[in-house]
Every structure is written in structure tokens, then in C-alpha cells.
T-cell receptor
Framework: GQNIDQPTEMTATEGAIVQINCTYQ??????LFWYQQHAGEAPTFLSY??LDGLEEKGRFSSFLSRSKGYSYLLLKELQMKDSASYLCATLDSNYQLIWGAGTKLIIKP | DVKVTQSSRYLVKRTGEKVFLECVQDMDHENMFWYRQDPGLGLRLIYF???????EKGDIPEGYSVSREKKERFSLILESASTNQTSMYLC????????????FGPGTRLTVL
């Protein structure tokens, strides 16, 4: 079957670093996306990884290990506005997006 | 600037009513998608379309139908609304390549009483 797992909720402190993990088991793999979704709003694109390794984009970085079926999103210098849900999604062999349930990140002062 | 709009942010309907949810994108995207989002379940694909008048079933098409008469517009239809269709409905669009990011509309929170 197809499955994506990520923690339901995480809490971190403003200015700190947090790592949100995502593990997946899908039929075929054509890349992994991370989206950010603020409460009551639409998801917005953060990153796309298809090759192993770390991709950095400002305060946000995304890592992929295809052999381990594992990805993480790293957020540095956390700001209050980073409080949101973070959605992990993979593209399967049919190029369909399979979505995780999302990780709600709570930032405390 | 990329824009996907949905006809309503909030909608309340009664069981058995026919419900239309409209989605319009202004980016000339070929691909359009309808999802529902429920707590703890993530986004689930209802229907998608890769071209005008073309539609494909997603993971949970039962109880829904769609219409794509024009490239920019993708409509989701609930033929006879039921309480288990109370949910957040999200429309998205993307350019033709499969690994392109999807752009989402603001969502419609539908309550069926």
C-alpha cells in the first residue's frame, strides 16, 4: 500500500531550529514535495526533491534519502509566522500526489 | 501572479441538495484538481483533469462529479449532498509537467446539515 507518515504536532521556540520528518512507502517514486499551510488558508509550495541530498532555500532546507524512504524539512531561526501545518507529499509511479496528514508546528516565544 | 479562486469560502447546504463548487485559474494551466481535506487524513484527491472536457477519477470519486468545459474552470458537483461530505474542499492547478508544483485556491468549507 501507499503510506506517508509525519508527526501530528511539534512545538518549538522562536529563534530555534526544528526538523520535521516524513517517511514514505509508495508504488514508485518521482519526487517529494513540502507545502506550508497556515490555518484556514491554502497550501503553498515550499520545496521539491527528486535526488538524494539537501536543498537549501533561505531559512528552509529539505533533505531526501530515496533508499531510506525518508525526508525532512529543516526550519532555522524560527519566527512566529512559521506556525503552520507542513505537508509532505510524494509523486508515485503514475505521477499522482500522495499526501501525508500534515505536521502542525507551534512556535512559542 | 498566479491565482486560483473558488466561488465560496463557506457554504451550508442540506442533505439531498445538489451542490456546485466552482474553481477558476488565470494561469492557463492544463492540469486542475479537486481535493477534500479532513483533520488527520491529509488531502485526498477526488477528481482531476489534464485538459478541457477531460476528467479522471481520483482516490475518492464516489458521490462527486466534475465538469471542465473551459480550460480555466473546473467545477465539482455533489449530486445529492450527504453529511459525510462536510469538509474543506480545495481546488488546485498546475502546468502540464507532472513534477510541477500545484497552486491552490483558498478552499471552500462546506457544511451539510
Amino acid at each position: 500500500g501507499q503510506n506517508i507518515d509525519q508527526p501530528t504536532e511539534m512545538t518549538a521556540t522562536e529563534g530555534a531550529i526544528v526538523q520535521i520528518n516524513c517517511t514514505y512507502q509508495t508504488s514508485g517514486f518521482n519526487g517529494l514535495f513540502w507545502y506550508q499551510q497556515h490555518a484556514g488558508e491554502a497550501p503553498t509550495f515550499l520545496s521539491y526533491n527528486v535526488l538524494d541530498g539537501l536543498e537549501e532555500k533561505g531559512r528552509f532546507s529539505s533533505f531526501l534519502s530515496r533508499s531510506k524512504g525518508y525526508s525532512y524539512l529543516l526550519l532555522k531561526e524560527l519566527q512566529m509566522k512559521d506556525s503552520a501545518s507542513y505537508l509532505c507529499a510524494t509523486l508515485d509511479s503514475n505521477y499522482q500526489l500522495i499526501w501525508g496528514a500534515g505536521t502542525k508546528l507551534i512556535i512559542k516565544p | 501572479d498566479v491565482k486560483v479562486t473558488q466561488s465560496s469560502r463557506y457554504l451550508v447546504k442540506r442533505t439531498g441538495e445538489k451542490v456546485f463548487l466552482e474553481c477558476v485559474q488565470d494561469m492557463d494551466h492544463e492540469n486542475m484538481f479537486w481535493y477534500r481535506q479532513d483533520p488527520g487524513l491529509g488531502l485526498r484527491l477526488i477528481y482531476f483533469s489534464y485538459d478541457v472536457k477531460m476528467k479522471e477519477k481520483g482516490d475518492i470519486p464516489e458521490g462527486y462529479s466534475v465538469s471542465r468545459e473551459k480550460k480555466e474552470r473546473f467545477s465539482l458537483i455533489l449530486e445529492s449532498a450527504s453529511t459525510n461530505q462536510t469538509s474543506m474542499y480545495l481546488c488546485a492547478s498546475s502546468p502540464p509537467r507532472e513534477y510541477n508544483e500545484q497552486f491552490f485556491g483558498p478552499g471552500t468549507r462546506l457544511t451539510v446539515l
